[in-house]
């Protein structure tokens, strides 16, 4: 099925040439992957039969945003396919070894995409996080955008299958009744990658960064920093090179596991329990100050 599926894309973008080698690639939980080469060239291909609508146009759409940055690399896009049954997306192939400025270049490019800035907080469109779907709108105020269509939603998400109730659903009520006192106002909408974490990101032939997999949005600067402290995957060397661009504004210490909070709901709805005990840990913080 899935050499099939290789088969119709590479003729569809003008590759009728053999079909070298196709080899699964490791690393991600969402959909399957595939190294492909053909005798014209090598490239990277992401399947999933039971895609939702318009998966992978998103991700194209976010590539895209970041791309007219020219501040960090994304793969170049060859095609993709939103079908049921057969949703595609084809890359070119990304393959280098990191040296000793990787990660500092890729903090310094990472800060200067923060420092592209649009009009309001949110985005034109729903995006998905995982497969979880991310209702948008536009907000002049990220507190108001961050309650209204981030922790709401994976709130719901949660009470309705079973996985939010008593003290937990009692506590993140009041978290969010109250963000105005840690969250303030006025904060500049940056162009954000939005799933920034360290396994979507990848080293190019020179060693330079590409970042990989957006769940895209404007927002706080803060919240992706948040989400790369909280599972790791980041060396100093990425922070000193994020640093020097755009140091950390006052109140970052206030609100990053109040943003890793929301990372930790999407991580709690997709996986379980496992993860009960970590927002819990947020909520107890926050409700104690």
Do not use: C
């Not at 690639?25 to 190294?35: C, F, P, W």
């Not at 998966?55 to 079908?83: A, C, M, W």
């Not at 109140?251 to 709901?265: A, G, I, R, S, T």
């Amino acid at each position: 099925m899935i050499r099939k599926i290789i088969t119709e894309a590479l003729q569809e973008v003008g590759d009728f040439t053999n079909i070298k080698k196709v080899e699964p690639v490791h690393g991600g939980e969402i959909n399957q992957s595939y190294y492909v080469e053909t005798d014209e060239q090598q490239y990277f291909l992401k399947y999933n039969p039971d895609a939702p609508k318009d998966f992978f146009r998103l991700e194209v759409e976010g590539l895209r945003l970041i791309k007219s940055t020219n501040t960090v690399n994304v793969p170049h896009v060859i095609t993709y396919l939103d079908q049921p049954g057969k949703s595609i997306l084809m890359t070119e192939w990304i393959e280098g070894r990191s040296n000793t400025d990787t990660e500092y270049l890729l903090g310094e490019q990472l800060a200067k995409l923060h420092q592209t800035y649009a009009k309001q907080h949110g985005f034109k469109e729903k995006t998905y996080i995982g497969t979880l779907p991310q209702k948008n709108d536009f907000y002049d105020e990220w507190v108001d955008y961050y309650r209204d269509k981030r922790l709401i939603q994976q709130y719901r998400l949660g009470v309705e299958r079973g996985l939010i109730s008593g003290e937990r659903q009692k506590g993140l009520q009041q978290l969010m009744d109250q963000l105005h006192k840690w969250i303030p106002t006025g904060i500049k909408p940056s162009y954000l990658h939005g799933d920034f974490w360290g396994g979507n990101w990848l080293t190019g032939p020179k060693g330079e960064p590409y970042v990989i997999d957006p769940s895209f949005l404007y927002g706080d600067r803060h919240f992706e920093l948040a989400f790369t402290e909280l599972f790791g995957g980041f060396s100093k060397s990425f922070y000193r090179g994020y640093n020097s661009i755009l140091p950390e504004d006052g109140y970052y210490p206030q609100v990053k596991k109040l943003y890793q909070l929301y990372y930790l709901l999407v991580h709690l709805n997709i996986f379980g329990e496992m993860y009960g005990s970590s927002v819990d840990s947020v909520i107890k913080e926050y409700r104690v100050r």
